[in-house]
């Protein structure tokens, strides 16, 4: 059973399409889970059906924790389930979900990362690599040169689209609620990979997503959200040295943004203050 997992946030219309391109899928039985994070969107219910299940978050969560509601929810259902989380604004190519299954039997990987092309045609991600001595948590074409093999492990997969073989899990897996969007992902797979677990990107599979077309909405929040993150990020991942140096030019690209780009200036300066503000609270 594939459980795919969808966190709404005022993106009825984009579920909408995600669903019509998993209709043709005949032969694979699967569900939709969605956390809804927007109480407001009333447009959301008008999509429920047999296959399609709407858990209310009666806030916004974010994305990490709004995910282990829904993984929770799918867990105790089925502990051996496939756990799809995929973003609202993607939709997949024909055919993908019967891929799945074989895929898992072939390679029990815990989390698995695929394709992301855009609407144009262009790779958005191609698996994650992190390189702890720089403090750089890059996304690498892993396989650009390896168009032969199925599977390729790396250091972290998109949250994009991150599938999970839940039978790999002595219990539910869960994102760190620190995070309130942005690199939860990383993090996810750094711990889970502490554990042993094995992490993968596969060229067997592919979706269709519209970068930050829901982020994009506010800039200010989006770079908040993202600079706190990074920095959280960093302090765990990093020595001091790299993370200190990477705080100071982060800082001073925002003060020099503050004249060109203001609303990303300001999103980045108001992230390295709730960053310090949370420093300070917890020392």
């Given amino acids: ?15 909408a399409r995600l669903i019509r391109s998993l209709s043709c899928s005949q032969t694979i039985r699967y569900q ?12 959301l219910q008008e999509l429920k059906d047999d296959r399609i299940l709407i858990l209310e978050a009666k806030a916004n969560l974010g994305f990490g924790k709004a995910c282990n509601l829904g993984l929770n929810w799918i867990y105790a259902q089925d502990p051996n389930a496939i756990a799809w989380i995929i973003n609202p604004d993607t939709y997949l190519p024909e055919n993908t979900l019967e891929k799945v299954p074989g895929l898992f039997e072939a390679y029990p990987v815990s989390i698995l990362g695929n394709l992301i092309y855009t609407p144009t045609g262009e790779v958005w991600f191609a698996g994650g690599q992190f390189i702890s001595n720089q403090g750089s948590i890059l996304s690498t074409h892993l396989l650009g040169s390896q168009l032969d093999t199925t599977c390729v492990s790396c250091d972290w997969v998109s949250g994009c689209s991150l599938l999970l073989n839940l039978r790999l899990f002595p219990e539910c897996p869960q994102f760190d609620p620190a995070y309130f969007l942005y690199y939860e992902d990383f993090d996810f797979c750094r711990r889970y990979a502490t554990m042993g677990h ?5 060229n067997q599979l592919s ?7 829901i982020a994009d909405r506010n800039i200010v929040k989006k770079f908040q959200h993202s600079t706190y993150s990074y920095l959280l990020t960093l302090e765990r991942y990093t020595k001091k040295e790299v993370f200190l140096w990477r705080f100071l030019r982060l800082t001073l690209h925002a003060l020099i943004l503050l004249v060109i780009k203001p609303q990303t200036a300001f999103g980045k300066l108001a992230g390295v203050l709730s960053y310090l503000g949370r420093v300070k609270h917890t020392c």
């Fill in 198 to 202: 094995q992490i993968a990107i596969t």
């Fill in 207 to 213: 979706i269709v997503h519209q970068p930050s077309s």
């Fill in 32 to 43: 939709i889970v969605i956390v809804n994070n927007s109480q407001n969107d009333h447009a």
């Fill in 1 to 15: 059973m594939i459980y795919l997992l969808i966190v709404n946030y005022y993106s009825t219309d984009f579920i």
